[in-house]
């Protein structure tokens, strides 16, 4: 099935997933990540998904079955990926609804690979594995992502030719590509050249700093926070508006993703073996967001993201270890992260049906406000019914008192 299918890849990080997308084609796998746009997702969403499921879950789902009947592909040739979390969000239902739609509008022989790392659904589609050289790829590919997704938010307001920032993202996603060939091992010291290399194309970007812009930080649930399909291009409105968008990264999230297993072994007494084994695991990827932080102060021309451990210790003030669904702590601690970088205006995207979302970003507003009085920021809903004009009033309106 390697040789003649296509698997469909909804679209939530456009670079992040766009590389993992080009890894896989060494690998024989052609990933294809959707870039469909417009309200037909949403409605073909509504029509297979119950409308008291999440907006993510819609528009993933919608996303699929938009291009399984746009007649662009052979549909006996075409297989769909969902990631699953392993954890308490709805997310690792969401392959189960899209198995239940595609039977329903009689795609059932459509096969769908779960991508995980907890081992769910281990025995279904065994063509599809991920080799420990794959998986060490794919996570220097992500690493290197994030650096390029940071170091381009910063260059594409201030660029003095139009899509150059994007000819750079593009160059730069070549240049991982084309080392990171089918099972081979990657020295740590050939990543570290990489961001180099990326912090070098990025740098040779001529522009044009003398307009300040004022910066608008993007934080909430993390696939309406990243995809621009879940949040009507945000960052594209944003910029439109003369504003510079900041976005923290992946990273963040798969450390905080990480550090819970430990806090399960702090708050409710599990595994003790399993709790070290992620320590080991934090320490180690605390160890390479710093590299990344050392070689952007060394290069000098971008601003490097905040140490997740002092990230990690400013939410203890705002909210407890113990709230961990979805985005949980994390969502707080990426707002207090941004204002203390001097990031005090912000909007916090919410998607419709996301109860931990609800809770840990909008509800925790007021008390971030009563640490940060200079904190400027505005909760954003986004679901099938609401409309784009509203939302982008509300940021309007929110940029209007920015500093």
Known sequence: MRKDYTILVPNMLPVQLGLMCRLMKNYGYNMELLHTEGPNIAEQGLRNVHNDTCYPALLVIGQLLDAIESGKYDIHKVALILPQTGGGCRASNYIHLLRKALDKNGYGFIPVISLNFAGLEADINPGFKLTKTMVMQIAYALLIGDLIMMVANQCRPYECVPGSTDKAIDICMSAVTSRFTSDRIIRYGEVKHLYRYVLQVFGKIKLDKS?????????????????????????????????????????????????????????????????????????????????????????????????????????????????????????????????????????????????????????????????????????????PGASKINQENRIKLMLSSAE
């Open 211 to 383: 307009q300040k812009k004022k910066m608008v930080g993007i934080v909430g649930e993390i696939y309406v926070k990243f995809s621009p399909l879940g949040n009507n291009q945000l960052e594209a409105f944003l910029l439109s508006e003369g504003c510079e968008p900041v976005l923290p990264g992946l990273m963040d999230f798969c450390m905080y993703s990480v550090y819970n297993s430990v806090i399960d072994h702090e708050l409710y007494g599990r595994s003790g073996a399993r709790a070290a084994t992620y320590k080991v695991i934090y320490q180690f990827l605390l160890s390479k967001q710093a590299d990344i932080i050392r070689l952007m102060k060394r290069d000098g021309n971008f601003r490097p993201p905040m140490p997740f451990e002092e990230v990690r210790k400013k939410a203890l003030d705002i909210i407890g270890p113990g709230v961990k669904m979805g985005e949980g702590w994390l969502l707080p601690a990426e707002m207090v992260e941004l204002i203390t970088e001097g990031v005090t205006n912000i909007v916090c995207t919410q998607p419709f049906g996301c109860l931990p979302n609800h809770i840990a970003g909008k509800g925790m507003i007021r008390k971030i406000r009563e640490l940060y009085p200079q904190a400027n920021i505005v909760a954003v809903d986004y679901d």
